[in-house]
Protein backbone atom coordinates (compact mmCIF):
# COMPACT_ATOMS: atom_id res chain seq x y z
CA UNK A 1 0.00 0.00 0.00
CA UNK A 2 2.90 2.72 1.03
CA UNK A 3 4.04 1.63 -2.50
CA UNK A 4 1.06 2.94 -4.37
CA UNK A 5 0.96 5.83 -2.40
CA UNK A 6 4.20 6.71 -3.15
CA UNK A 7 3.73 6.60 -6.77
CA UNK A 8 0.58 8.44 -6.16
CA UNK A 9 2.74 10.88 -4.07
CA UNK A 10 5.50 11.48 -6.80
CA UNK A 11 3.56 10.63 -10.18
CA UNK A 12 0.78 13.31 -9.43
CA UNK A 13 1.84 16.21 -7.15
CA UNK A 14 4.33 17.42 -9.74
CA UNK A 15 1.36 18.36 -11.90
CA UNK A 16 -0.34 20.14 -9.22
CA UNK A 17 2.75 21.65 -7.42
CA UNK A 18 5.52 21.55 -10.07
CA UNK A 19 7.55 24.47 -11.19
CA UNK A 20 4.72 26.13 -13.06
CA UNK A 21 2.50 27.21 -9.93
CA UNK A 22 4.33 29.20 -7.37
CA UNK A 23 3.21 28.24 -3.84
CA UNK A 24 1.27 31.17 -1.64
CA UNK A 25 3.09 29.79 1.04
CA UNK A 26 3.40 26.66 3.08
CA UNK A 27 0.31 24.98 4.79
CA UNK A 28 2.01 24.02 8.14
CA UNK A 29 3.14 27.47 8.70
CA UNK A 30 -1.04 28.27 7.75
CA UNK A 31 -1.98 25.68 10.92
CA UNK A 32 0.69 26.79 12.86
CA UNK A 33 -0.37 30.09 13.00
CA UNK A 34 -3.76 29.13 14.23
CA UNK A 35 -3.13 27.17 17.03
CA UNK A 36 -4.76 27.88 19.71
CA UNK A 37 -4.68 25.29 22.31
CA UNK A 38 -0.65 23.97 22.23
CA UNK A 39 -0.25 26.68 25.19
CA UNK A 40 -2.00 23.85 27.98
CA UNK A 41 0.58 22.79 30.05
CA UNK A 42 -0.24 19.08 32.31
CA UNK A 43 2.60 16.37 32.82
CA UNK A 44 -0.12 14.09 30.81
CA UNK A 45 0.86 16.66 27.95
CA UNK A 46 4.51 15.68 28.50
CA UNK A 47 4.10 12.36 28.37
CA UNK A 48 2.75 12.14 25.29
CA UNK A 49 5.05 14.44 23.59
CA UNK A 50 8.12 12.51 24.44
CA UNK A 51 6.43 10.09 21.89
CA UNK A 52 6.27 12.07 19.29
CA UNK A 53 9.92 13.71 19.69
CA UNK A 54 11.77 9.95 19.70
CA UNK A 55 9.82 8.87 16.84
CA UNK A 56 10.67 12.06 14.20
CA UNK A 57 10.07 10.00 10.97
CA UNK A 58 6.82 9.07 12.02
CA UNK A 59 5.96 12.37 11.77
CA UNK A 60 7.68 12.88 8.68
CA UNK A 61 5.67 10.79 7.27
CA UNK A 62 2.52 11.34 8.35
CA UNK A 63 2.67 14.99 7.38
CA UNK A 64 4.04 13.99 3.88
CA UNK A 65 1.04 11.49 3.69
CA UNK A 66 -1.57 14.68 4.92
CA UNK A 67 -0.73 16.66 2.40
CA UNK A 68 -3.56 15.80 -0.80
CA UNK A 69 -6.01 16.37 2.07
CA UNK A 70 -4.68 18.67 4.89
CA UNK A 71 -6.05 21.71 2.78
CA UNK A 72 -9.12 20.88 2.64
CA UNK A 73 -9.53 19.89 6.56
CA UNK A 74 -8.07 23.36 7.15
CA UNK A 75 -10.47 25.15 5.04
CA UNK A 76 -13.38 23.38 6.57
CA UNK A 77 -11.96 24.03 10.20
CA UNK A 78 -11.06 27.67 9.11
CA UNK A 79 -14.59 28.37 8.17
CA UNK A 80 -16.74 27.10 11.11
CA UNK A 81 -14.27 28.91 13.44
CA UNK A 82 -13.02 26.02 15.06
CA UNK A 83 -9.63 25.34 17.12
CA UNK A 84 -7.14 24.48 14.61
CA UNK A 85 -5.77 21.47 16.43
CA UNK A 86 -8.73 19.49 15.13
CA UNK A 87 -7.02 19.68 11.63
CA UNK A 88 -4.46 17.26 13.25
CA UNK A 89 -7.16 14.71 14.52
CA UNK A 90 -6.80 12.19 11.40
CA UNK A 91 -3.00 12.18 12.35
CA UNK A 92 -3.96 10.45 15.72
CA UNK A 93 -6.90 8.91 14.11
CA UNK A 94 -5.23 7.23 11.02
CA UNK A 95 -2.26 8.91 10.33
CA UNK A 96 -4.29 10.59 7.64
CA UNK A 97 -4.68 6.94 5.72
CA UNK A 98 -8.37 7.26 4.07
CA UNK A 99 -8.19 3.36 3.74
CA UNK A 100 -7.38 2.89 7.41
CA UNK A 101 -9.55 0.32 9.24
CA UNK A 102 -9.74 -0.15 13.09
CA UNK A 103 -10.53 -3.58 14.74
CA UNK A 104 -13.48 -1.52 16.26
CA UNK A 105 -14.81 -1.20 12.49
CA UNK A 106 -13.91 2.58 12.46
CA UNK A 107 -12.48 4.02 8.57
CA UNK A 108 -11.42 6.85 6.97
CA UNK A 109 -9.27 9.78 7.97
CA UNK A 110 -11.57 10.37 11.20
CA UNK A 111 -12.14 6.74 12.30
CA UNK A 112 -16.32 6.83 12.41
CA UNK A 113 -17.58 3.81 13.61
CA UNK A 114 -20.63 2.45 11.22
CA UNK A 115 -23.35 3.53 13.82
CA UNK A 116 -21.73 6.93 14.00
CA UNK A 117 -22.11 7.09 10.63
CA UNK A 118 -25.47 6.20 9.90
CA UNK A 119 -26.55 8.91 12.45
CA UNK A 120 -24.13 11.31 10.99
CA UNK A 121 -25.95 11.12 7.58
CA UNK A 122 -22.78 9.16 5.60
CA UNK A 123 -23.93 6.31 3.79
CA UNK A 124 -22.83 2.83 3.60
CA UNK A 125 -23.67 0.29 1.11
CA UNK A 126 -22.33 -2.14 -1.08
CA UNK A 127 -20.99 0.70 -3.87
CA UNK A 128 -19.51 3.49 -1.52
CA UNK A 129 -18.67 3.67 2.13
CA UNK A 130 -18.81 7.91 2.98
CA UNK A 131 -16.86 7.47 6.17
CA UNK A 132 -13.76 7.20 4.34
CA UNK A 133 -15.14 9.74 1.64
CA UNK A 134 -12.54 12.74 2.42
CA UNK A 135 -15.19 15.75 2.06
CA UNK A 136 -18.04 13.70 3.01
CA UNK A 137 -16.08 12.29 6.27
CA UNK A 138 -14.44 15.64 7.11
CA UNK A 139 -17.93 17.96 6.69
CA UNK A 140 -19.53 15.35 9.37
CA UNK A 141 -16.75 14.35 11.81
CA UNK A 142 -16.42 18.66 11.73
CA UNK A 143 -20.46 18.86 12.48
CA UNK A 144 -20.12 16.37 14.93
CA UNK A 145 -16.89 18.08 17.06
CA UNK A 146 -18.99 21.21 16.82
CA UNK A 147 -22.54 19.51 18.12
CA UNK A 148 -20.06 17.96 21.27
CA UNK A 149 -18.50 21.40 21.73
CA UNK A 150 -22.04 23.13 22.50
CA UNK A 151 -22.84 20.19 24.26
CA UNK A 152 -20.19 20.87 26.71
CA UNK A 153 -20.42 24.61 26.60
CA UNK A 154 -17.74 25.39 24.56
CA UNK A 155 -14.96 23.17 26.20
CA UNK A 156 -13.16 21.97 23.78
CA UNK A 157 -11.37 19.36 25.75
CA UNK A 158 -14.27 17.79 26.47
CA UNK A 159 -15.62 18.18 23.26
CA UNK A 160 -12.39 16.00 22.25
CA UNK A 161 -12.63 13.13 24.61
CA UNK A 162 -16.29 12.60 23.84
CA UNK A 163 -15.35 12.15 20.46
CA UNK A 164 -12.81 9.33 21.51
CA UNK A 165 -14.87 7.83 23.87
CA UNK A 166 -18.93 9.00 23.54
CA UNK A 167 -20.70 11.62 24.82
CA UNK A 168 -22.84 9.77 27.34
CA UNK A 169 -20.01 8.15 28.78
CA UNK A 170 -18.60 11.68 29.51
CA UNK A 171 -21.75 13.18 30.35
CA UNK A 172 -21.83 10.38 33.03
CA UNK A 173 -18.30 10.78 34.50
CA UNK A 174 -19.20 14.82 34.83
CA UNK A 175 -22.28 13.55 37.03
CA UNK A 176 -20.47 11.21 38.71
CA UNK A 177 -17.77 13.96 39.76
CA UNK A 178 -20.34 16.77 40.61
CA UNK A 179 -22.15 14.31 42.45
CA UNK A 180 -19.42 13.66 44.71
CA UNK A 181 -18.30 17.30 45.10
CA UNK A 182 -15.21 16.87 42.76
CA UNK A 183 -13.83 19.27 40.38
CA UNK A 184 -15.69 18.11 36.73
CA UNK A 185 -12.77 19.92 34.31
CA UNK A 186 -11.64 17.10 31.78
CA UNK A 187 -8.54 16.54 33.64
CA UNK A 188 -10.21 15.76 36.70
CA UNK A 189 -13.09 13.41 35.50
CA UNK A 190 -12.72 9.17 35.81
CA UNK A 191 -12.52 7.80 32.43
CA UNK A 192 -10.85 4.74 30.42
CA UNK A 193 -7.03 4.78 29.63
CA UNK A 194 -7.33 5.62 26.24
CA UNK A 195 -9.88 8.63 26.69
CA UNK A 196 -7.81 9.82 28.99
CA UNK A 197 -4.79 9.89 26.66
CA UNK A 198 -6.76 10.85 23.56
CA UNK A 199 -6.91 14.54 24.50
CA UNK A 200 -3.21 15.41 25.69
CA UNK A 201 -2.33 13.31 22.93
CA UNK A 202 -3.41 15.70 20.87
CA UNK A 203 -2.16 18.63 22.47
CA UNK A 204 1.34 17.41 23.05
CA UNK A 205 0.83 17.18 18.90
CA UNK A 206 -0.11 20.27 18.84
CA UNK A 207 3.16 21.74 20.07
CA UNK A 208 5.14 19.62 18.34
CA UNK A 209 3.43 21.12 15.19
CA UNK A 210 3.91 24.14 16.71
CA UNK A 211 7.48 24.38 17.33
CA UNK A 212 8.69 21.31 15.30
CA UNK A 213 12.47 22.77 15.62
CA UNK A 214 12.51 22.52 19.34
CA UNK A 215 11.42 19.48 19.30
CA UNK A 216 13.33 17.47 16.47
CA UNK A 217 10.81 17.47 13.81
CA UNK A 218 11.26 17.85 10.60
CA UNK A 219 7.28 18.48 8.50
CA UNK A 220 7.32 17.27 4.66
CA UNK A 221 6.43 20.69 2.98
CA UNK A 222 3.08 21.34 1.53
CA UNK A 223 2.19 24.35 -0.62
CA UNK A 224 -1.06 26.42 0.63
CA UNK A 225 -3.67 25.63 -2.13
CA UNK A 226 -5.92 23.21 -3.49
CA UNK A 227 -4.62 19.77 -4.20
CA UNK A 228 -8.05 18.33 -5.68
CA UNK A 229 -11.21 19.66 -6.88
CA UNK A 230 -14.62 18.00 -7.90
CA UNK A 231 -16.27 17.71 -10.71
CA UNK A 232 -19.79 16.36 -11.67
CA UNK A 233 -20.44 13.46 -13.49
CA UNK A 234 -23.56 12.94 -13.63
CA UNK A 235 -24.26 9.08 -13.40
CA UNK A 236 -22.55 6.42 -12.50
CA UNK A 237 -18.68 5.73 -13.84
CA UNK A 238 -16.25 3.24 -14.33
CA UNK A 239 -13.39 4.67 -12.23
CA UNK A 240 -10.85 2.93 -15.13
CA UNK A 241 -12.71 5.10 -17.58
CA UNK A 242 -12.70 7.94 -15.22
CA UNK A 243 -8.63 7.49 -14.44
CA UNK A 244 -8.29 7.59 -18.55
CA UNK A 245 -10.55 10.80 -19.29
CA UNK A 246 -8.42 12.36 -16.28
CA UNK A 247 -5.09 11.04 -17.79
CA UNK A 248 -4.18 9.66 -13.96
CA UNK A 249 -3.45 5.80 -12.93
CA UNK A 250 -6.61 3.94 -11.28
CA UNK A 251 -4.56 3.94 -7.25
CA UNK A 252 -4.29 8.42 -7.88
CA UNK A 253 -8.48 8.48 -8.46
CA UNK A 254 -8.98 6.01 -5.66
CA UNK A 255 -6.56 7.83 -3.42
CA UNK A 256 -9.22 11.38 -3.68
CA UNK A 257 -11.95 9.17 -3.90
CA UNK A 258 -11.30 6.33 -1.15
CA UNK A 259 -15.13 6.39 -0.62
CA UNK A 260 -16.20 4.25 -3.43
CA UNK A 261 -15.57 0.19 -2.65
CA UNK A 262 -16.32 -1.16 -5.95
CA UNK A 263 -15.21 -0.71 -9.85
CA UNK A 264 -17.53 2.05 -10.72
CA UNK A 265 -19.12 5.10 -8.74
CA UNK A 266 -22.31 4.19 -6.97
CA UNK A 267 -25.51 4.02 -8.80
CA UNK A 268 -27.42 6.10 -6.37
CA UNK A 269 -24.78 8.46 -6.16
CA UNK A 270 -22.69 10.27 -4.95
CA UNK A 271 -22.09 11.20 -8.53
CA UNK A 272 -19.02 13.67 -7.77
CA UNK A 273 -15.21 12.79 -8.12
CA UNK A 274 -12.19 14.48 -6.57
CA UNK A 275 -9.55 15.18 -9.03
CA UNK A 276 -5.70 16.56 -9.09
CA UNK A 277 -6.62 20.33 -9.99
CA UNK A 278 -4.64 19.91 -13.29
CA UNK A 279 -6.86 17.37 -14.74
CA UNK A 280 -9.98 18.85 -14.34
CA UNK A 281 -10.14 20.80 -17.82
CA UNK A 282 -9.22 17.05 -19.25
CA UNK A 283 -11.72 15.12 -17.69
CA UNK A 284 -14.24 17.72 -18.37
CA UNK A 285 -13.86 17.65 -21.70
CA UNK A 286 -13.66 13.91 -22.59
CA UNK A 287 -16.54 13.87 -20.42
CA UNK A 288 -18.45 15.77 -22.57
CA UNK A 289 -17.61 13.99 -25.71
CA UNK A 290 -18.02 10.97 -24.21
CA UNK A 291 -21.71 9.33 -24.38
CA UNK A 292 -23.68 8.92 -21.22
CA UNK A 293 -24.65 5.41 -22.44
CA UNK A 294 -20.85 4.32 -22.61
CA UNK A 295 -19.60 5.31 -19.16
CA UNK A 296 -19.97 2.06 -18.06
CA UNK A 297 -19.78 -1.01 -19.81
CA UNK A 298 -22.97 -3.51 -20.15
CA UNK A 299 -23.31 -7.36 -20.76
CA UNK A 300 -26.16 -8.78 -22.44
CA UNK A 301 -27.03 -12.48 -20.34
CA UNK A 302 -28.99 -15.33 -21.37
CA UNK A 303 -30.38 -16.62 -17.88
CA UNK A 304 -28.59 -20.15 -17.51
CA UNK A 305 -30.92 -23.41 -15.93
CA UNK A 306 -29.85 -23.29 -12.07
CA UNK A 307 -28.96 -19.24 -12.19
CA UNK A 308 -30.22 -17.16 -9.43
CA UNK A 309 -29.78 -13.12 -8.92
CA UNK A 310 -27.39 -13.37 -6.34
CA UNK A 311 -24.94 -15.85 -8.10
CA UNK A 312 -25.40 -13.94 -11.44
CA UNK A 313 -24.82 -10.90 -9.65
CA UNK A 314 -21.72 -11.95 -7.77
CA UNK A 315 -20.44 -13.23 -11.38
CA UNK A 316 -20.50 -9.60 -12.50
CA UNK A 317 -19.33 -8.30 -9.53
CA UNK A 318 -22.16 -6.17 -8.74
CA UNK A 319 -25.90 -6.27 -6.63
CA UNK A 320 -28.90 -7.86 -7.06
CA UNK A 321 -30.70 -4.58 -6.85
CA UNK A 322 -28.91 -3.24 -9.86
CA UNK A 323 -29.60 -5.61 -12.11
CA UNK A 324 -33.58 -5.77 -10.85
CA UNK A 325 -33.66 -1.86 -10.92
CA UNK A 326 -31.53 -1.69 -15.08
CA UNK A 327 -33.95 -4.28 -16.37
CA UNK A 328 -37.07 -3.24 -14.59
CA UNK A 329 -37.76 -6.38 -12.03
CA UNK A 330 -39.88 -5.90 -9.12
CA UNK A 331 -38.39 -9.25 -7.54
CA UNK A 332 -35.09 -11.67 -7.97
CA UNK A 333 -37.55 -14.30 -10.17
CA UNK A 334 -35.63 -15.12 -13.25
CA UNK A 335 -36.33 -17.85 -15.70
CA UNK A 336 -33.93 -19.61 -18.39
CA UNK A 337 -33.87 -18.56 -21.77
CA UNK A 338 -34.42 -14.73 -20.51
CA UNK A 339 -32.04 -11.82 -21.10
CA UNK A 340 -30.50 -9.43 -18.43
CA UNK A 341 -28.70 -6.61 -19.20
CA UNK A 342 -25.82 -5.81 -16.85
CA UNK A 343 -23.40 -2.87 -15.92
CA UNK A 344 -19.76 -4.56 -15.72
CA UNK A 345 -16.47 -3.19 -15.46
CA UNK A 346 -14.53 -2.82 -18.87
CA UNK A 347 -11.46 -3.76 -16.98
CA UNK A 348 -10.17 -6.92 -15.22
CA UNK A 349 -10.94 -6.94 -11.57
CA UNK A 350 -6.97 -6.62 -10.68
CA UNK A 351 -6.81 -3.42 -12.54
CA UNK A 352 -9.00 -1.82 -9.72
CA UNK A 353 -6.13 -2.06 -6.94
CA UNK A 354 -7.78 -0.19 -3.80
CA UNK A 355 -11.19 -1.29 -3.95
CA UNK A 356 -12.14 -3.47 -1.38
CA UNK A 357 -11.77 -6.60 -3.11
CA UNK A 358 -8.36 -6.28 -4.16
CA UNK A 359 -7.20 -4.76 -0.57
CA UNK A 360 -8.64 -7.54 0.93
CA UNK A 361 -6.55 -9.44 -1.20
CA UNK A 362 -3.57 -7.68 -0.35
CA UNK A 363 -3.98 -8.47 2.92
CA UNK A 364 -4.62 -12.02 2.62
CA UNK A 365 -1.52 -12.47 1.30
CA UNK A 366 0.52 -10.50 4.32
CA UNK A 367 0.54 -14.09 6.61
CA UNK A 368 3.12 -16.69 6.97
CA UNK A 369 3.18 -20.05 7.13
CA UNK A 370 0.79 -22.38 5.63
CA UNK A 371 -2.34 -20.36 3.67
CA UNK A 372 -5.65 -21.70 3.58
CA UNK A 373 -8.12 -20.83 1.84
CA UNK A 374 -11.45 -21.03 3.64
CA UNK A 375 -15.56 -20.55 2.53
CA UNK A 376 -17.38 -20.09 5.51
CA UNK A 377 -20.44 -22.40 6.27
CA UNK A 378 -23.28 -22.11 7.96
CA UNK A 379 -23.13 -21.14 11.70
CA UNK A 380 -19.74 -20.34 11.54
CA UNK A 381 -18.26 -17.12 13.51
CA UNK A 382 -15.05 -15.93 13.56
CA UNK A 383 -13.91 -17.72 16.89
CA UNK A 384 -15.33 -20.67 15.85
CA UNK A 385 -13.20 -20.44 12.92
CA UNK A 386 -10.15 -18.89 14.62
CA UNK A 387 -10.49 -21.93 17.18
CA UNK A 388 -10.65 -25.00 14.84
CA UNK A 389 -7.49 -23.22 13.04
CA UNK A 390 -5.76 -22.93 16.06
CA UNK A 391 -5.19 -19.09 15.36
CA UNK A 392 -6.52 -16.04 16.74
CA UNK A 393 -9.61 -14.34 15.93
CA UNK A 394 -7.83 -10.84 15.88
CA UNK A 395 -4.95 -12.54 13.16
CA UNK A 396 -7.90 -13.96 11.04
CA UNK A 397 -9.73 -10.52 10.76
CA UNK A 398 -6.72 -8.81 10.28
CA UNK A 399 -5.56 -11.31 7.42
CA UNK A 400 -8.88 -10.07 5.83
CA UNK A 401 -9.01 -6.95 6.00
CA UNK A 402 -12.15 -7.19 8.32
CA UNK A 403 -12.82 -6.37 12.10
CA UNK A 404 -13.93 -9.26 14.80
CA UNK A 405 -17.28 -7.76 14.86
CA UNK A 406 -17.42 -7.89 11.62
CA UNK A 407 -20.17 -10.21 10.14
CA UNK A 408 -19.42 -13.12 7.92
CA UNK A 409 -21.97 -14.70 5.75
CA UNK A 410 -22.02 -18.78 4.22
CA UNK A 411 -19.83 -18.47 0.43
CA UNK A 412 -17.76 -15.85 1.95
CA UNK A 413 -14.08 -16.94 1.53
CA UNK A 414 -11.43 -16.11 4.09
CA UNK A 415 -7.93 -16.98 4.26
CA UNK A 416 -6.08 -18.39 7.11
CA UNK A 417 -2.56 -18.52 7.69
CA UNK A 418 -1.37 -21.84 10.14
CA UNK A 419 1.86 -22.00 11.46
CA UNK A 420 4.76 -23.76 9.71
CA UNK A 421 5.24 -27.19 11.61
CA UNK A 422 8.53 -27.63 13.49
CA UNK A 423 10.90 -29.31 11.67
CA UNK A 424 11.97 -32.77 13.29
CA UNK A 425 15.19 -34.94 12.08
CA UNK A 426 13.47 -36.78 8.89
CA UNK A 427 14.09 -39.97 7.05
CA UNK A 428 15.25 -39.64 3.24
CA UNK A 429 13.93 -38.58 0.55
CA UNK A 430 13.50 -41.76 -1.07
CA UNK A 431 11.74 -43.31 2.28
CA UNK A 432 9.05 -41.14 2.26
CA UNK A 433 5.71 -40.93 0.77
CA UNK A 434 5.07 -37.82 -0.96
CA UNK A 435 2.63 -35.60 1.10
CA UNK A 436 0.88 -33.47 -1.72
CA UNK A 437 -1.07 -30.19 -0.46
CA UNK A 438 -3.37 -28.07 -2.58
CA UNK A 439 -2.12 -23.94 -2.44
CA UNK A 440 -4.22 -20.93 -3.63
CA UNK A 441 -1.51 -18.98 -4.51
CA UNK A 442 -1.62 -15.36 -5.84
CA UNK A 443 0.97 -13.87 -8.37
CA UNK A 444 2.84 -11.33 -7.30
CA UNK A 445 4.78 -8.56 -9.16
CA UNK A 446 7.95 -9.97 -11.10
CA UNK A 447 6.12 -13.48 -10.92
CA UNK A 448 6.22 -15.82 -14.34
CA UNK A 449 5.19 -19.54 -14.71
CA UNK A 450 8.79 -20.37 -14.60
CA UNK A 451 9.36 -18.47 -11.52
CA UNK A 452 6.54 -19.59 -10.02
CA UNK A 453 7.37 -23.75 -10.83
CA UNK A 454 10.96 -23.07 -9.93
CA UNK A 455 10.03 -22.00 -6.29
CA UNK A 456 7.40 -24.69 -5.78
CA UNK A 457 9.68 -27.88 -7.52
CA UNK A 458 6.98 -28.28 -10.17
CA UNK A 459 6.70 -27.44 -13.97
CA UNK A 460 5.36 -25.26 -16.11
CA UNK A 461 3.22 -28.06 -17.86
CA UNK A 462 1.64 -29.09 -14.24
CA UNK A 463 0.38 -25.39 -13.53
CA UNK A 464 -1.01 -24.90 -16.72
CA UNK A 465 -2.69 -28.30 -16.38
CA UNK A 466 -3.92 -27.54 -13.03
CA UNK A 467 -4.91 -23.77 -13.86
CA UNK A 468 -7.20 -24.50 -17.77
CA UNK A 469 -7.67 -20.30 -17.88
CA UNK A 470 -4.06 -20.38 -18.72
CA UNK A 471 -3.90 -22.54 -21.93
CA UNK A 472 -3.05 -20.51 -24.77
CA UNK A 473 -2.37 -17.29 -22.58
CA UNK A 474 1.51 -15.95 -22.78
CA UNK A 475 1.04 -14.28 -19.30
CA UNK A 476 0.22 -14.10 -15.85
CA UNK A 477 -0.51 -10.80 -13.79
CA UNK A 478 -0.62 -9.95 -10.25
CA UNK A 479 -3.16 -10.76 -8.03
CA UNK A 480 -4.38 -13.31 -10.16
CA UNK A 481 -5.06 -16.61 -8.29
CA UNK A 482 -3.19 -20.18 -9.38
CA UNK A 483 -4.23 -23.79 -7.88
CA UNK A 484 -0.98 -25.31 -6.86
CA UNK A 485 -0.41 -29.38 -5.84
CA UNK A 486 2.89 -29.15 -3.94
CA UNK A 487 5.00 -31.81 -2.45
CA UNK A 488 5.28 -30.18 1.02
CA UNK A 489 7.91 -33.22 1.90
CA UNK A 490 9.70 -33.10 -1.94
CA UNK A 491 12.95 -30.40 -1.27
Do not use: C
Request: glycine share 8%.
Amino acid sequence: FFKIFLSFFLGVLPLLWGPAQASDGDLWQRVQSQLSLYRLEHRRIDAERSWYERNPEYMRRVSERAAPYLHHVVEEVERRGMPMELALLPIMESAYDPFAYSHGRAAGIWQIIPGTGRDLGLTQDWWYDGRRDVRASTDAALNYLGDLSEAFDGDWLKALAAYNGGKRRLQNAIAANRSSGRATDFWSLKLPVETRNYVPRLLALSQVIADPDAHGIVLTPAPDQAYFGVVDTGSQIDLAQAASLANIDIESLYMLNPGFNRWATSPEGPHQLLLPVARLADFNAGLADLDPTQRVKWVRYTIRNGDAMSLIARKFNTEAGVIREVNGLRSNKIRAGATLMIPTASAPLELYALSVEQRTANKQERGTGNRLDYRVKPGDSFWLIARRHGVSTRKLAEWNGLAVRDSIHPGQNLVIWTPLPVSVTAPPVSSRDPVVRKLGYRVRNGDSLARIAGKFNISVADIVGWNHKLQGKKYIHPGQVLTLYVDITGS
